[in-house]
């Protein structure tokens, strides 16, 4: 079977998979009463997966990488905190799945080998390869896309206490994502060959096109760690300036 029909039956069943998903959550939602921010979040990661694995998007990956960049960034960088966002788990059965989940170092090293070793040549090849192969990388990405994030994204706004190791976790973040962008984009010859014969669009040639992904995953990695990071940062010493005038308070009332 041709590897397109095997695509294009992935494409259905990921459609169906998330429409599914979709209608379980919703009526989830209603029954739990859920903030509405919380359901749109979630909402908005399914549509997230949905262009990335199963929209005309995906039909175009394997003729321009920037596109195949975006289901990437997609996948981890996008759908995953949204998905934690609209999680419907409440508090309390959130916090007992954290303790039997991987740490932030085990989170960080998992999402960095996803992220590198499906753009070894090798194995983007065989990503492309075939339909199965096609969804096991994307499925791969949005787990280790999971993982990278559950550090970062609380369970509920305000009742997780923010951490400045996890400022650290996200700029460390950055580094991998900056060493791989900068690679396809200043190497000076197109890495995955694939590419040189697929058809030309926006008249981009097949190096133009992959030093255009590389900036694409430079700029979105970038400030995807950064917002969180500020967010975080920001609380951070708003609690400590919180504290500090705390103490003042009450050693004048002690005066």
Not at 9 to 20: F, N, P
Not at 59 to 75: K, N, P, R, S
Not at 221 to 248: E, K, M, N, Q, W
Request: charged residues 10%; hydrophobic residues 55%; positive net charge.
């Amino acid at each position: 079977m041709p590897a397109s029909m095997h695509e294009g039956s992935g494409s259905i069943l990921v459609t169906l998979a998330l429409v599914l998903a979709g209608l379980l959550y919703i009526r989830g939602w209603i029954h739990l009463r859920t903030p509405a921010w919380r359901g749109t979040a979630f909402l908005c990661g399914l549509l997230s997966i949905w262009l990335a694995a199963a929209s005309p998007l995906a039909m175009l990956d394997a003729e321009l990488l920037t596109f195949h960049m975006v289901q990437h960034i997609l996948l981890m960088t996008i759908a995953p905190p949204l998905i934690l966002l609209g999680s419907p788990f409440r508090f309390a059965r959130l916090q007992r799945l954290r303790r039997v989940l991987p740490n932030p170092v085990f989170c960080w090293f998992a999402s960095t080998a996803v992220l590198i070793g499906w753009h070894i040549p090798a194995a983007f090849a065989l990503g492309g390869s075939s339909g199965f192969w096609h969804l096991v990388e994307h499925a791969t990405f949005f787990g280790a896309g999971l993982l990278f994030w559950w550090p970062v994204v609380p369970s509920l706004p305000g009742v997780s206490k923010p951490r400045w190791s996890i400022v650290l976790y996200l700029f460390l973040a950055t580094l991998p994502c900056d060493g791989l962008s900068a690679f396809l984009a200043f190497c000076g010859r197109v890495v995955y060959t694939s590419y040189l014969d697929a058809p030309r669009h926006f008249n981009l040639t097949p190096l133009q096109d992959q030093e255009c992904a590389g900036a694409l995953m430079w700029t979105c990695a970038t400030f995807a760690y950064l917002v969180p990071a500020v967010l975080i940062t920001t609380r951070l010493l708003s609690a400590s300036t919180g504290r500090r005038d705390s103490v003042t308070v009450a050693a004048e009332e002690n005066w």
